[in-house]
């Protein structure tokens, strides 16, 4: 069973940045893909952003290209979201997911997919003032 837990999340005014963290247990993180996908109020959860077990490949939703970096520390078992120039938009409960693979997987994966994912976090708060 692996476990995540986020943190990082917090209050900031517009233009500020935020970096979050997403630990993660078991002792395969190095092949896990990873994604961020946030939840703003009354809407539906929406992908952020996704990396591969490598590192070398990440995805980002249109709306963050830019703005966020998503990377990852095997050696630490965490991911990041590195997230610049927050909007008020960005305003949202964000949560990590891995994505369990074999070690040195390279096939499809469908990132933006929340059924792509086989554990979640319970989530950070993110809060973006204007």
């Known amino acids: 069973q692996v476990q995540l837990v986020e943190s990082g999340g917090g209050l900031v005014q517009a233009g500020g940045s935020l970096r979050l963290s997403c630990a993660a247990s078991g002792r395969t993180f190095s092949s896990y893909a990873m994604g961020w996908f946030r939840q703003a109020p009354g809407k539906e959860r929406e992908f952020v952003a996704a990396i591969r077990w490598s590192g070398r490949s990440t995805y980002y939703t249109d709306s963050v290209k830019g703005r966020f970096t998503i990377s990852r520390d095997n050696a630490k078992n965490t991911v990041y979201l590195q997230m610049n120039s927050l909007k008020p938009e960005d305003t949202a409960v964000y949560y990590c997911?891995?994505?369990?693979?074999?070690?040195?997987?390279?096939?499809?994966?469908?990132?933006?997919?929340?059924?792509?994912?086989?554990?979640w976090g319970r989530g950070t708060q993110v809060t973006v003032s204007s």
């Open positions: 997911a891995a994505d369990e693979r074999s070690p040195g997987y390279s096939g499809a994966y469908y990132y933006g997919r929340e059924d792509e994912y086989d554990y």
